[in-house]
């Protein structure tokens, strides 16, 4: 069954600092998004991108955050410059035209210290 | 925006008994209402999803019911396990919404053998 890849699984980085999170979509998905999942806490969402542009964000993407498919394969969250409350499992998620359904990657945990 | 509201937040059954947990939405837009399953650590897994244009959807010891009128959807397990304890999150989409799912707060299911 096709699988969304994300790495790192997990990353520390020292607040302040730049991290980029990755994700290899289902190939043939058109459709792909950022959320995030504080410890403890619902998924929220963060970010939509369909051919090749942002088509919706929510309030926590703010100017700190961006994203790129810089290829035909990668899909990529920037975070600029990392606060404590960064701190989260992300996931990244992929899904086809047409369909409703989501395919969930198996997140980065990022520990902002 | 949309706004989805689940209930309640942990939930404890005897193995054998059953398990309900409800959500409302606020969108009358929104038509899509997928309820996934997550382990400590793991992505969320889509265990059921229901469309607007049904009121019932059943798969094995998993239904979920839909009343559009009322804005509500509810999840509901039968015969309960040890292995069905997780966090349960709905959501809802809309095709108005870019196809972003909005959570629920999630409820945290044990079931005790």
């Known amino acids: 069954e096709p699988e969304v890849t994300q790495t790192p699984s997990h990353q520390v980085t020292q607040m302040g600092q730049e991290v980029i999170l990755r994700c290899v979509p289902i190939?043939?998905?058109?459709?792909f998004y950022w959320y995030r999942q504080i410890l403890g806490q619902k998924v929220e969402f963060l970010v939509s991108?369909?051919?090749?542009?942002?088509?919706?964000k929510s309030e926590i993407f703010d100017d700190q955050f961006s994203v790129e498919r810089p290829d035909g394969s990668n899909f990529t969250l920037k975070i600029r410059s990392t606060k404590l409350e960064d701190s989260a499992m992300y996931f990244c998620?992929?899904?086809?035209?047409?369909?409703?359904?989501?395919?969930f990657g198996s997140g980065t945990r990022l520990t902002v210290v | 925006g949309e706004n989805v509201e689940q209930h309640p937040s942990t939930l404890s059954v005897q193995e054998g008994d059953s398990a309900v947990i409800k959500c409302t939405y606020s969108d009358s837009a929104s038509n899509y209402f997928p309820w996934y399953k997550q382990e400590l650590g793991k992505r969320p897994q889509l265990i059921i999803d229901i469309r607007s244009n049904v009121g019932e959807k059943k798969d094995q010891r998993i239904a979920v019911t839909l009343n559009k009128t009322a804005k509500h959807f509810s999840l509901h397990i039968t015969e309960t396990q040890p292995e069905d304890s997780a966090v349960y999150f709905c959501a809802a989409s809309g095709d108005n919404q870019g196809g972003k799912l909005i959570f629920g707060q999630g409820t945290e299911l044990s079931v005790k053998p």
């Open positions: 991108f369909y051919n090749n542009e942002i088509s919706e």
């Open positions: 998620a992929s899904r086809a035209p047409g369909d409703h359904g989501y395919t």
């Open positions: 190939s043939n998905h058109l459709y």
